[in-house]
């Protein structure tokens, strides 16, 4: 059987929920790094050791149904910035991972945390691209120097859209034949944080949540919210904003309207369930986007979704079967959806059915997605 390591800095949601559908199929080590909060909800103060088996960290035991606890290591992780600290570190996590001498490693970014085992098993090494492009206002220097780095000696590379295939090979000059691709499917995690019976809200309820940056498109929803209000035709309609970061317009008008409320901080996964459990509809009116945890994140509630022509968001998104795909920058097309939903709840019901079937048992279920990822490793390890 396939021996991998799975070394991953974030994206913890979607991570533990593909290392499941592997797990049957190769014999299979995760690595994850407690830094921040809000990548993996796992706090690094309460670690004693540099790396902690995953029996011994409690954040990590709820997940036992999900991933190996005996397989998985948490790492006391360093800020980016502490560069010397950073590398050192690197060594120390490259010496475990060569006792356990994997056949193959999956990374699922390019920072330093994994920089030295990376650059070892350069010709074995599928390194996941969860943003092909930077988002508006998100090229930051460092990422985008990392990112030229680690495309300099690793190969082969996994997209989790289609959309932006052939852009990537043309813009970053990449082998066709190197290349793969996979998908997103549902933040099964969530799901152990909140359950149906959990919801609270009695009102149409429409939620934006997650990070707040300028790519996000949070001022088309507002905007759309306030016009709907001041319509005074739909009463029992409320809007939820949700999420830390910076918005980049004055957000203070938007405080005077009682049925919106802006929860401008982390969301933290127990209250997040709740959210999305109290929504009626779930909306992501991005400028540009790659793929979307948020999207996954509410069909694993079942909950239809709202989002714009970008990026692989209609790749995720069948449109009039799981949600809605309208045009970006428009505050009148988000209005339409929202009327749409609200004056047709037998649609809402027929997409939360259609969400079900094809993300938890077809063709977008996570065993769809290991097995493109399967494939990928097995097409790796036979060029070698």
């Known amino acids: 059987m396939m021996k991998v390591a799975f070394l991953s800095t974030f994206a913890f949601d979607a991570n533990i929920s593909l290392i499941n559908a592997l797990k049957n199929k190769c ?17 690094k103060n309460k670690l004693s050791k540099f790396i902690s088996n995953g029996n011994e960290v409690e954040e990590i035991k709820r997940f036992s149904k999900l991933i190996p606890l005996e397989k998985t290591y948490v790492i006391k992780g360093t800020r980016q910035n502490n560069i010397v600290k950073k590398i050192y570190n690197s060594y120390r996590i490259n010496k475990k991972i060569k006792e356990i001498n994997p056949d193959i490693i999956i990374l ?37 120097f990392l990112r030229k780095l680690y495309f300099s000696f690793l190969g082969y590379k996994m997209l989790l859209n289609e959309n932006q295939k052939n852009d990537f090979i043309k813009h970053y000059r990449q082998n066709p034949n190197k290349v793969f691709t996979s998908f997103l499917s549902i933040y099964e995690y969530l799901t152990l944080y909140g359950k149906k019976e959990d919801k609270t809200n009695k009102d149409f309820n429409v939620l934006f949540f997650g990070r ?29 904003v949700a999420g830390s970061g910076n918005f980049d ?35 992501c009116p991005y400028i540009d986007a790659t793929q979307s945890g948020v999207i996954m994140s509410c069909f694993a509630f079942k909950k239809p979704v709202i989002a714009t022509n970008v990026g692989g968001l209609p790749e995720m998104i069948e449109n009039n079967k799981t949600g809605l795909i309208i045009e970006p920058k428009s505050t009148e097309q988000i209005k339409q959806a929202i009327f ?45």
């Open 212 to 240: 707040i940056s300028p790519y996000k498109g949070v001022k088309f929803f507002l905007d759309a919210c306030v016009e709907i209000i001041q319509s005074e035709k739909y009463p029992n309609i409320s809007f939820t």
């Open 108 to 144: 699922d970014s390019h920072l330093i945390t994994y920089f030295l085992t990376a650059f070892n098993y350069r010709k074995k090494s599928l390194l996941i691209i969860h943003d092909p492009f930077f988002h508006s206002g998100e090229n930051f220097k460092v990422d985008i």
């Open 340 to 384: 749409k939903l609200y004056e047709n709840p037998q649609i809402l019901q027929e997409m939360s059915e259609n969400i079900s079937m094809k993300y938890f048992y077809g063709e977008k279920s996570w065993m769809r997605s290991a097995e493109y990822f399967l494939d990928a490793m097995k097409s790796i390890l036979n060029k070698r």
């Open 27 to 43: 014999d299979i080590y995760f690595f994850t790094e407690a830094l921040y909060e809000i990548d993996n909800y796992l706090d």
């Open 249 to 283: 317009f004055d957000v203070t008008k938007y405080y005077n309207y009682p049925q919106i409320k802006i929860l401008n901080k982390f969301i933290q996964p127990t209250e997040l369930s709740r959210l999305i459990l109290d929504s009626a509809v779930v909306i």
